[in-house]
Nanobody
Framework: QVQLVESGGGLVQAGGSLRLSCAAS????????MGWHRQAPGKQRELVAA???????NYADSVKGRFTISRDNAKNTVYLQMNSLKPEDTAVYYC???????????????WGQGTQVTVSS
């Protein structure tokens, strides 16, 4: 099986920065797109940023210019650098990855357990 473990969440003042990390482990053949989603209380989960295996990136309009997603394929890890944080960025942040367990096998999506990010005004 595959596990995604997030770290780096916490409490920060508005204007501050945080860096989230998510490491994938298990019986992985290769990893496709990796991404970060977030869910605020009473709201639906939304895509924050995604990065393909070729390192093409995609961002939600609300975070463009403030957040940067990156990945280290050797470590099976995806990062989210969050700068100029705003109170509306407060949410539980989840990483996900599309993974193949063997050559020619199907792609399956896996999710981390989530990490809380709280931005105070």
């Amino acid at each position: 099986q595959v596990q995604l473990v997030e770290s780096g969440g916490g409490l920060v003042q508005a204007g501050g920065s945080l860096r989230l990390s998510c490491a994938a482990s298990g019986s992985i053949f290769n990893i496709g797109t990796m991404g970060w989603h977030r869910q605020a209380p009473g709201k639906q989960r939304e895509l924050v940023a995604a990065i393909t295996s070729g390192e093409t990136t995609n961002y939600a309009d609300s975070v463009k210019g403030r957040f940067t997603i990156s990945r280290d394929n050797a470590k099976n890890t995806v990062y989210l650098q969050m700068n100029s944080l705003k109170p509306e960025d407060t949410a539980v942040y989840y990483c996900n990855a599309v993974v193949r367990l063997k050559f020619g096998g199907p792609w399956s999506a896996y999710w981390g357990q989530g990490t809380q990010v709280t931005v105070s005004s």
